[in-house]
Antibody, heavy 119, light 108 residues
Framework: QVQLQQWGAGLLKPSETLSLTCAVY????????WTWIRQPPGKGLEWIGE???????NYNPSLRSRVTISVDTSNNQFSLKLTSVTAADTALYYC?????????????WGQGTVVTVSS | EIVLTQSPGTLSLSPGERATLSCRAS???????LAWYQQKPGQTPRLLIY???SRATGIPDRFSGSGSGTDFTLTISRLEPEDFAVYYC?????????FGPGTNVDIK
């Protein structure tokens, strides 16, 4: 059974760096792109970016200057860093896996991490 | 960036009725790379449809997707009590991948 388990700090002050990690279980890590998505409170979904096992990344231009997604293939994990956070970055952050066909539709999601930015 | 617009914002229906949800893109979606998700309060999104019309694993056949180019539709043939939720469309034909604002299907 495919599972994504994520963790990271949930309370940040403005200007700090958000850091989240997602561990992948039950599927070949090298066969997929791995994605981060966020959802502000009461709002819709925003795609942040993706990475594959080689470290090839694709970021949302709206966040590109502040985002880094990295991969640790030895542990089947990938991570998100977002620098200089503000209140606008307060959201529920998800990691996600694409469908086996290679379509960038997401069939498995992590449990979500609530990140709150407040002074 | 492709902007997705979903209509209606809220759809009030009764169990057993047919639901028709619309997703319109600001420009043509490459290869009809369009997905639909269901999200209930406090839960993660659940993939229903990808490639505009392919049902994801385990999704009942009362859910169907159609459309091409800029206009896409999610149809729920007969609403079950567990189908009342928010539905999002997502395009992945062009980066950045984008989501629509959602349609809330609630009980009439």
């Amino acid at each position: 059974q495919v599972q994504l388990q994520q963790w990271g700090a949930g309370l940040l002050k403005p200007s700090e760096t958000l850091s989240l990690t997602c561990a992948v279980y039950g599927v070949s890590f090298n066969n997929y792109y791995w994605t981060w998505i966020r959802q502000p409170p009461g709002k819709g979904l925003e795609w942040i970016g993706e990475i594959n096992h080689r470290g090839t990344t694709n970021y949302n231009p709206s966040l590109r200057s502040r985002v880094t997604i990295s991969v640790d293939t030895s542990n089947n994990q990938f991570s998100l860093k977002l620098t200089s956070v503000t209140a606008a970055d307060t959201a529920l952050y998800y990691c996600a896996k694409e469908v086996p066909t290679g379509d960038d539709a997401f069939d498995t999601w992590g449990q979500g991490t609530v990140v709150t930015v407040s002074s | 960036e492709i902007v997705l617009t979903q209509s209606p914002g809220t759809l009030s229906l009764s169990p057993g009725e047919r639901a028709t949800l619309s997703c319109r893109a600001s420009q043509s979606v490459n290869s009809n790379f369009l997905a639909w998700y269901q999200q209930k309060p406090g839960q993660t999104p659940r993939l229903l449809i990808y490639g505009a019309s392919s049902r994801a694993t385990g999704i009942p056949d009362r859910f169907s997707g159609s459309g091409s180019g800029t206009d896409f539709t999610l149809t729920i043939s007969r609403l079950e009590p567990e189908d009342f939720a928010v539905y999002y469309c997502q395009q992945y034909g062009s980066s950045p991948f984008t989501f629509g604002p959602g349609t809330n299907v609630d009980i009439k």
